[in-house]
């Protein structure tokens, strides 16, 4: 079962292959949720060239005029929040309290740039240091794109996608969204929204494989969210166009616990940040290492956690859905290979279809495929190691992710970590970075 499938249409009259039809189905239980369109290139282009004409008067709108539209489109949003959420939570197959989550990271986002567009649109002019022999004053401005492109993933194709197009278009650019074909119907819903309100014609969505190459093909600007591996392809291509574009990219976060931590709180925290969404995030703990000393304690800890992980309200289903068939087979390859190569299972285990149970394993190895490629999936790998320095030297091994969480009582070893383990995002005793704004001290 595929949560997105393709099927030719042809036309009786002309003769002709109409494009492929997008077909969703709900990864939960295995029903139809619709069946879209998909857009050739010559529609993807047409699309951009139409955004293109009207970006003009979208900028001419200045920051305010453009924040006044981002305005009525949250509070549309928040009308249809029940609605928004549903159809997230059924195209993704995450709980419904998962997908209200999500929801309102996107409408916090929102708030964010209504907030502090226009300090991040100003003009700055910052310190030069002169050389003997010239003057000289330096000032910064900006520039929109007519166009902006959005790929976005599937893991959270309400958010993340979100979060590129909203900047974009305060801005002052036009923005298309080219959601992954797992999950279409999301960003759809919102350019159908947009539209209702009225807003001028900047925002768009787009569907259907061809649809990507074609986007990163006519924009101006591209924001990427996925795999490394397709993240080469739309560097090269981009680069084949002189565009900038700007990556963000999987990897394999990891956790440290050393012996001197709080074992109950790493190990709880440490199921949410590998657990959370079905493991399906760049950010997702992938990667666990013990200090041999505590770690057959932690580890009983940490199955303990995962066995009772569920949904954020107790009559929810679909803890461990995974929102691609293609993805859980991945992630049952990487189990099946460890446990060949002599992990063992404290919990969890392969599940069926699209569902994948919170797993833990035990006796892991660094150079098991668990270790060393992208997971996407709830699988939680311990590995021991002798010290610090062998946990910090193993985490620096590629696939390095975008965050370690270091868990410890020694407030030492926090700055000591973060200069080592750069540029990775570093925490201690906590899953996630927390930041606020500078005005706030």
């Known amino acids: 079962m595929r949560s997105a499938q393709y099927t030719q249409t042809q036309v009786p009259d002309a003769g002709k292959v109409r494009p492929p039809m997008l077909t969703v189905i709900a990864p939960a239980d ?22 293109r004409e009207h970006s003009e008067l979208w900028r001419s709108l200045g920051v305010v005029g453009r924040i006044h539209w981002l305005t009525t489109f949250r509070n549309w949003l928040l009308d249809n929040r029940d609605e928004v959420a549903e159809l997230l939570a059924l195209e993704t197959g995450k709980p419904y309290s998962e997908a209200e989550l999500e929801f309102d990271l996107a409408v916090d986002a929102i708030d964010h740039y209504r907030a502090q567009g226009a300090d991040f ?34 893991t959270y194709p309400l958010t993340l996608a979100v979060f590129d197009a ?33 807003a001028p014609a900047v925002f768009e969505t787009v569907a259907g494989h061809d649809a990507g190459p074609a986007v990163l093909d006519t924009v101006d600007y591209v924001r ?47 199921a949410l940040g ?80 699209h569902t994948i149970p919170p797993t833990v394993l035990a006796d892991v190895e660094p150079t098991m495929s668990v270790m060393t490629h992208q997971t996407l999936g709830p699988i939680l790998p311990v590995v021991r190691v002798a010290d610090a320095g062998e946990a910090f030297d193993l985490t620096l091994r590629p696939p390095a992710g975008p965050c ?27 899953i996630t970075p927390h930041i606020s704004h500078p005005t706030a001290y």
């Open 166 to 198: 909203i900047p974009a278009l305060v801005a002052g650019a036009a923005v298309i969204v080219k959601p992954s074909s797992e999950t279409p119907l999301t960003m759809r819903a919102l350019a159908a929204g947009w539209a209702k309100i009225g």
């Open 274 to 353: 590998g657990l959370a969404n079905s493991g399906q995030s760049c950010r997702s703990i992938e990667r666990i290492y013990v200090e041999t000393s505590v770690y057959d304690a932690f580890l009983e800890k940490l199955a303990a956690e995962a066995a009772a992980f569920g949904p954020l309200i107790d009559d929810e289903i679909g803890t461990g859905v995974m929102t691609s068939a293609a993805q859980a087979e991945h992630v049952r390859t990487q189990l099946g290979d460890a446990l060949i190569a002599g992990a063992t299972l404290r919990c969890g285990g392969s599940g069926t279809g």
């Open 224 to 270: 990427f969210t996925g795999s490394v591996e397709t993240g080469k392809v739309v560097a090269l291509r981009a680069a084949g166009r002189l565009i900038p574009c700007c990556l963000d990219l999987g990897g394999k976060s990891a956790a440290v616990v050393l012996a001197d931590a709080d074992l109950d709180q790493a190990a709880a925290c440490i």
């Open 121 to 154: 649109l100003g003009g700055r002019h910052p310190q030069v240091s002169l050389r003997p022999s010239a003057a000289m004053q330096l000032a910064v401005t900006q520039h929109a794109c007519s166009v902006v492109g959005v790929i976005g993933p599937w």
């Open 30 to 51: 295995g029903r139809v949720v619709d069946t879209i369109p998909t857009d050739t290139p010559e529609q993807v282009r047409a699309t951009v060239e139409r955004l």
């Open 404 to 430: 370690v969480s270091v868990w410890t009582t020694d407030t030492s070893v926090g700055p000591r970590a973060s200069t080592r383990l750069a540029p990775a995002q570093v925490t201690v005793n906590d």
